[in-house]
């Protein structure tokens, strides 16, 4: 019996490459925002009120549920916080 190897986790539960590529990059925008929510010491409601979400959305971004989330949303949310999303396109493997 072999195994199916898959590169990430996303490879192996989404459908097809665009779908899992779209899942890699939202959970690392919202890994990037809730690092910089605990390096602040930011509170849940105070990281809504410096995100301009609710506290609710806070919650969810800090359980990791990914698919609540789209880059857009994710993206305007960096920027609140005051950090800067940078893109790499290359060739996939």
């Known amino acids: 019996m072999s195994e199916e190897q898959f590169a990430s986790v996303w490879d192996a539960i989404e459908n097809t490459p665009a779908e ?19 390096a602040m010491g930011w509170t849940q409601g105070e990281a809504a009120r410096h995100l301009g979400v609710t506290q609710p959305r806070i919650s969810d971004l800090m359980r990791g549920k990914v698919d609540l989330f789209g880059i857009d949303t994710l993206v305007n949310m960096l920027t609140s916080a005051g950090l800067r999303v940078e893109m790499r396109v290359s060739k996939a493997a």
């Open 20 to 38: 899992a590529e779209n899942m890699r990059l939202r959970s690392s925008l919202m890994m990037a925002l809730e690092q910089h929510i605990k």
